[in-house]
Structures are given as C-alpha cells and as structure tokens.
C-alpha cells in the first residue's frame, strides 16, 4: 500500500518569513496530493491540492510543487502571518482505484512567531 | 448548512462495553470514511464506504465496524472497546466514490476506553 512520509514534525517560523513542509509517497501510481490544514481544536480542512498532470499550483500566499519522478511533493507558505500556526497534513491517493481515498503524513506543526 | 455531523463528541467509557459513534452528512455524498488521528501517526484510515451497502476496510480496521444503510449515515461501532482505541475520531465525507477530491470532515470524538 501507500506509505506518505512527512517533515518536518515541528516548524518555527517569523512572522514574514516562508515555510516549506514536505513528503514524500512511495506508490507511483499515486496521483492526488491534497493538503489539509487543522487549527487546534478543530477539524481538518482542505487548503489545496494538485494533481500528478501539474507541476505546481499556487492559491494567494499557498502553493504546492509536485515532483513525479522523485516521488515527492512541497508545500510553500510565503509571507507567514500568526493565522498560519496549525498542524498541516499531507496526503495522496490513486484516482479511479475506488480501493480507499487519502493516505495521510504524520503531520507538521507550523508555528508563526509574531 | 452542508455539513458532517458526529456524536457524541466526548466519550469515556470501560474495556468492553460496546459503543456507536455516530456520523451523518446532508449533501449526498457517495464516499464516507472513518479516520483516527493520534499523536505523531497523522491521521488513519479505519473504514470506507463508496455507496450504500459498499464498505471496505482502510488501514487500521481492527477492533471497528462499520455500516451503510443509508447514503447520509455511517456509524462506526466498537463492539469490545480496548484502551488503545483511545484516540480523536473523525468521519469524513466526499462527492465523488473515490475519495479523490475534497473531503469534509466532521468535528470530531474523543474517546477515552479506560
């Protein structure tokens, strides 16, 4: 099966500053990437995803880069603001498998520094 | 409001005496899921459900069931509660059989099995 590997565990950051999390997934055929982002306390939600015919693709100050043949997949964060500070999921899964949907990370807890 | 619904929210219980959380959606999603997130494992499958009467096991089924009646509802059903399924749990649903765009989740169930 999919095994998603995620790091950092842990990230500080400043205010202003970018973050960058990454993972990497083990099954090739793997062609969903989404990120969930989960403030303390509540639920997971999508902030964005990429598909594997598309190498990058931002929304505002997010975006997530896709790297086929390294099996790895990034996401940026620039201009940090206190609003960023959650936990960050990365996940994948096979389109048109119907076996199960997402593979998660372990996660990544960003905190932004005012 | 389009959204996933679970309850109870907060559960103590004792080894063994059996349990329901239960899980609803209202915006006729195919694809329903169960997921455990604990501490440093992200978050894990547990079961999936494509359609009405179509369920399949995730990641870490063990010690779960599931059921899928109607397309809104998927409860989740520990039969012998054992301490370590101690854990937040949260049901998750999508438009699309595969799971392969955004999954809604729902607030979430913390149970303690003492």
């Known amino acids: 099966g999919e095994n998603v590997e995620q790091h950092p565990s842990t990230l500080s950051v400043q205010e202003g500053d970018s973050a960058v999390i990454k993972c990497t997934y083990s099954?090739?055929?793997?062609?969903?990437f989404p990120w969930y982002k989960q403030e303390l306390g509540k639920r997971p939600q999508l902030i964005i995803d990429i598909r594997s015919n598309v190498g990058e693709k931002k929304d505002q100050r997010i975006a997530v880069t896709l790297n086929k043949t390294a099996k790895h997949f990034s996401l940026h964060i620039t201009e940090t603001q206190p609003e960023d500070s959650a936990v960050y999921f990365c996940?994948?899964?096979?389109?048109?498998?119907?076996?199960?949907?997402?593979?998660f990370g372990s996660g990544t807890r960003l905190q932004v520094q005012p | 409001e389009a959204q996933v619904t679970q309850n109870p929210r907060y559960l103590i219980t004792v080894t063994g005496k059996k349990l329901t959380v239960t899980c609803s959606q209202n915006m006729n999603h195919e694809y329903m899921s169960w997921y455990r997130q604990d501490p440093g494992l992200g978050l894990r499958q547990i079961y999936y459900?494509?359609?009405?009467?179509?369920?399949d096991k995730g990641d870490v089924p063990e010690g779960y069931k599931v059921s899928r009646k109607e397309k809104r509802n998927f409860p989740l059903i520990l039969e012998s509660p054992s301490p370590n399924q101690t854990s937040l749990y949260f049901c998750a649903s999508s438009f699309r059989p595969d799971g392969n765009n955004e999954q809604f989740f729902g607030p979430g169930t913390r149970l303690t099995v003492l």
């Open positions: 459900s494509m359609n009405v009467e179509v369920t």
């Open positions: 996940a994948a899964s096979m389109v048109g498998t119907g076996r199960r949907a997402l593979t």
């Open positions: 099954d090739s055929a793997s062609n969903y």
